[in-house]
T-cell receptor, first 113, second 109 residues
Framework: DGGITQSPKYLFRKEGQNVTLSCEQN?????MYWYRQDPGQGLRLIYY???????QKGDIAEGYSVSREKKESFPLTVTSAQKNPTAFYLC????????????FGNGTRLTVT | KNEVEQSPQNLTAQEGEFITINCSYS?????LHWLQQHPGGGIVSLFM???GKKKHGRLIATINIQEKHSSLHITASHPRDSAVYIC???????????FGKGTRLHILP
């Protein structure tokens, strides 16, 4: 079955450590996205990529980095520069690159203490 | 002011009741999405609308472009409908998507 796989589901890190969240899709979608979800807030876009080896900052990119070396993979690194990293992170992909047909992964809940 | 507003924020109802969740937006859009987020966190796309009305099983979504308003209805609600329902809009000018804060629905047996 085609879909988006995020791993791990839960992740715990100490403050000051970088951590990488995995996102893999087998839908053959060109565009991939990372969102952050905080309690009581809508999803906010961190980074997106519409093609391999290219990506753009979203609304809240500070303290995060991404890479897109393969079409199927779009890992997100939460760096120690991110002031409030504890959140629920969702990866999504789209066929047309215009966010019109989004498919979501099941998310990774990151806790930094 | 948020560009996408949902109401109510929380809704508790008895099994079998007719449910309505509302979404208002203030930007020009190319499409509006209704999404469902289960307690585990994964999000599923329910509808994508640019005009009129769509129906899928017990779910109905409507949109009024002139009034910049959409509703999601659930008929004969069931406890398994308990989830967070999220309204999102695809913005005309830059293909951006803006998400509402979600409506938490709890259906009691």
């Amino acid at each position: 079955d085609g879909g988006i796989t995020q791993s791990p589901k839960y992740l715990f890190r100490k403050e000051g450590q970088n951590v990488t969240l995995s996102c893999e899709q087998n839908l053959n979608h060109d565009a991939m996205y990372w969102y952050r979800q905080d309690p009581g807030q809508g999803l906010r876009l961190i980074y997106y990529s519409q093609i391999v080896n290219d990506f753009q900052k979203g609304d809240i990119a500070e303290g995060y980095s991404v890479s897109r070396e393969k079409k199927e993979s779009f890992p997100l690194t939460v760096t120690s520069a991110q002031k409030n990293p504890t959140a629920f992170y969702l990866c999504a992909s789209s066929m047309y690159g215009g966010q019109l047909t989004l498919h979501f992964g099941n998310g990774t809940r990151l806790t930094v203490t | 002011k948020n560009e996408v507003e949902q109401s109510p924020q929380n809704l508790t109802a008895q099994e079998g009741e007719f449910i309505t969740i509302n979404c208002s937006y203030s930007v020009g859009i190319s499409a509006l999405h209704w999404l469902q987020q289960h307690p585990g966190g994964g999000i599923v796309s329910l509808f994508m609308l640019s005009s009129g009305k769509k129906k899928h099983g017990r779910l109905i979504a409507t949109i009024n472009i002139q009034e910049k308003h959409s509703s999601l209805h659930i008929t004969a609600s069931h406890p398994r409908d308990s989830a967070v329902y999220i309204c999102a809009v695809s913005v005309n000018r830059d293909d951006k998507i803006i998400f509402g804060k979600g409506t938490r629905l709890h259906i009691l047996p």
